[in-house]
């Protein structure tokens, strides 16, 4: 079983950045790519970034693609979505997320492990 816990949400004024994390522990954590996903209130959920095992490969959605960077630190068990240049349109609660396969996936249901979410609210 794989514990994921987002952190660094929060409130921004439009323009502004926000550094997400999210932190894994339980078993071992070796080969499982991640992923964030948002959920803005009325809206299904959707996929915002993903990055493989060894962070060679990203991917991001086409709403943050240029604004965000998705990595991760295998040595520490964390990943990071930094995120710039925010829009009053990013508002949603952000999740970790992480699968047990090396490569990304930008599909939900792809995804074995979640995390309890992050609020992110910009402000315009």
């Known amino acids: 079983q794989v514990q994921l816990v987002e952190s660094g949400g929060g409130l921004v004024q439009a323009g502004g950045s926000l550094r997400l994390s999210c932190a894994a522990s339980g078993r071992t954590f070796s080969g499982y790519a991640m992923g964030w996903f948002r959920q803005a209130p009325g809206n299904e959920r959707e996929f915002v970034a993903a990055i493989s095992w060894s962070g060679t490969f990203t991917i991001y959605a086409n709403s943050v693609k240029g604004r965000s960077t998705i990595s991760r630190d295998n040595t520490k068990n964390t990943m990071i979505l930094q995120m710039n240049s925010l829009k009053p349109e990013d508002t949603a609660v952000y999740y970790c997320?992480?699968?047990?396969?090396?490569?990304?996936?930008?599909?939900?249901?792809?995804?074995?492990?979640w995390g309890q979410g992050t609020q992110v609210t910009v402000s315009s």
């Open positions: 997320a992480a699968r047990p396969i090396a490569m990304v996936a930008s599909r939900e249901r792809d995804y074995a492990y």
